[in-house]
Antibody, heavy 121, light 107 residues
Framework: EVQLVESGGGLVQPGGSLRLSCAASGFTFSDHYMDWVRQAPGEGLEWVGR??????????EYAASVKGRFTVSRDDSKNSLYLQMNSLKTEDTAVYYC????????????WGQGTLVTVSS | DIQMTQSPSTLSASVGDRVTITCRASQSISSWLAWYQQKPGKAPKLLIYKASSLESGVPSRFSGSGSGTEFTLTISSLQPDDFASYYCQQQNSYPITFGQGTRLEIK
């Protein structure tokens, strides 16, 4: 059974940093692109960023709203995905989901349960 | 960036109704469109991919159509479990973008 479990959320002050983790199981993690998607309270879904596979040199893509502040990384030996968030703003407050990208059609076929990040003084 | 516009934002309907949600892209995305269902406090669930392909395990009352810039999600006969929010998403180009969502309410 595919499972994605996020952790690391919490309360952080504006300008602070936080690192989210996503532990994957039930599939060959290294075979998939992985993404982060967020959802502000009461709002819609916003794509955050992507990391490709080793064969694609682990290249990344980011939403303009987080580029230069957030970094997506992965450790295939630990079946883990990470999101390093720096220079956090109040508008980064959201539930953050990790999602598996399916080969071929690039949809999000599995999602974690999400972890809440609150940026507030 | 490709903007995805869903309509309506809110839809009130009854069990057994046929409902249609529309998603328009600001430029052509071919068939690189997916639909997701989300219930309160839960992660989204994939329903439709490549505009019209039904995800495994999703009831056949859900269907998708369209290509280019205009797409629809249809639920042929609403069931109580279908009252949720629905999002379209394009994977044609970066940044990946979602529609603003359609909340399907019980009338």
């Amino acid at each position: 059974e595919v499972q994605l479990v996020e952790s690391g959320g919490g309360l952080v002050q504006p300008g602070g940093s936080l690192r989210l983790s996503c532990a994957a199981s039930g599939f060959t993690f290294s075979d998939h692109y992985m993404d982060w998607v967020r959802q502000a309270p009461g709002e819609g879904l916003e794509w955050v960023g992507r990391i490709r596979k080793k064969v694609n040199s682990y290249t990344t893509e980011y939403a303009a709203s987080v580029k230069g502040r957030f970094t997506v990384s992965r450790d295939d030996s630990k079946n883990s995905l990470y999101l390093q968030m720096n220079s956090l703003k109040t508008e980064d407050t959201a539930v953050y989901y990790c999602a598996r990208v399916r080969d071929g059609d690039y949809v999000f076929d599995y999602w974690g349960q999400g972890t809440l990040v609150t940026v507030s003084s | 960036d490709i903007q995805m516009t869903q309509s309506p934002s809110t839809l009130s309907a009854s069990v057994g109704d046929r409902v249609t949600i529309t998603c328009r892209a600001s430029q052509s995305i071919s068939s690189w469109l997916a639909w997701y269902q989300q219930k309160p406090g839960k992660a989204p669930k994939l329903l439709i991919y490549k505009a019209s392909s039904l995800e495994s395990g999703v009831p056949s009352r859900f269907s998708g159509s369209g290509s280019g810039t205009e797409f629809t999600l249809t639920i042929s006969s609403l069931q109580p479990d279908d009252f949720a929010s629905y999002y379209c998403q394009q994977q044609n180009s970066y940044p990946i973008t979602f529609g603003q969502g359609t909340r399907l309410e019980i009338k």
